[in-house]
């Protein structure tokens, strides 16, 4: 099994979002962070999905983060194949640290150990959905 | 199938930027007394926790025409008599009655209500009653007595190429301490992007179950 490490580092400032379908309240859309680890479980459904992603911290703990992502059917047109985000996959989680909760981020993207990514189609980081 | 109006509206269209769209509650002057709800909410409620997306709320009209997330399809299959509307977000539906059939007396109030419509021109005036309380304690706040005004216009734009306007108007005086403004922009979609199945309520019942197998103790 691939090592897992926890990065968890600011990528870029991005501009203050409007509220689209869903709150961003809880997420600071200013921030990105990456996890690195593996999937436990993955759902996918509107109008959100999560997965919760195994990721080893810098002590070796393993630790579970919370992934929130977009709805299912948006996923899907952006080319998302989900039956590839299956348990025990690894790679790179990309996204928006919770304002308040630890471990918990808000999905922009996923490259898989594989080099397949999956992103968000249009690039248009300042909207969740 | 041939449609009878000056203007053809069938296609399938999606919000084309979030920042265009103008929401009643926003541009609107509310009462005081709506005004003072919203105010109370605003201070109150967890914005996480009391987001109405959480629980599938479908607030209906006008907001029903006011969606600001991208990439949702709607579908506007026009007949001479009737156009009908299939929003993927939240599985709605509308039917704008083209041909003035009134509403039933027995009309139960629902989120898309009821509408007629007449042309004026190349412009469709659809007005829409028939539409429940909205949230006596929210942002978003609605009475039976609402009426929403829509004027829909194909037009040009320079970024998405042919778009569906929509001018709203919201009359709801206990509300809006005047007529509310409000206005969409309709984009098309990209061929071959038809409306799919949101069925938001089952991820309810997923939350509803393992709620109930924590309580009940049931491991798998």
Redesign the interface.
Known sequence: MKKLALIALPIAALAIPASAHHSPASYDTTKRVQIQGAVQTAFFRNPHGHIDVQVKDARGKVQTWKVETSAANLLRRRGWVFSKVKPGVTGTFIGHPNKTVPNDIYLREIVFSDGTRFGDKGGNDNVLD | MPNAGPVDFSGVWETAK??LVVLPEVAGKMTPEAQARADLFRKLAD??RD?P??V?LIKGMPWTML??????PTEIIQYPDRIFMVF??YDQFRQVHLDGTPKPDDFGPSPSGWSTARWEGQELVVETTGLPVLNTFGVMQRTEEAKVTERWHLGQHPEFGQVLEVDITVDDPEIFAQPARAHQVFKRSAPG?VP?G???S??LW?DHIDRRKAELKIKE
Do not use: H, M
């Open positions: 979030l920042e914005p996480v987001d997306a959480k599938c969606g600001r997330a991208r990439n949702y993927e977000l992007v799919g949101y069925n938001c089952s991820s997923d």
